[in-house]
């Protein structure tokens, strides 16, 4: 899992901090597609947006990369 995903997870108080790998697979399963689908959503609203940057990046892109989803 993505440290970034987890550490919301923790903040959130959806789980206790290090507790990921006592939670059974199909919870696992859920909690990872519902914060792709958020991840998703959010780099949906800049679609082939760049940043302003010298060296440019796709804000999409960023946002994905950050959270570890494909």
């Given at each position: 899992m993505n440290e970034q995903i987890e550490k919301l997870m923790y903040d959130s108080g959806l789980?206790?901090?290090g507790c990921w790998d006592q939670m059974d697979q199909?919870?696992?399963d859920a909690i990872m597609k519902f914060a792709e689908?958020?991840?998703n959503e959010c780099a949906s609203l800049f679609p082939l947006t760049f940043t302003d940057e010298q060296y440019q990046r796709r804000i999409?892109?960023?946002?994905?990369?950050?959270?570890?989803?494909e």
């Open positions: 789980t206790a901090q199909y919870d696992k689908s958020i991840v999409d892109k960023t946002i994905k990369k950050h959270f570890g989803v």
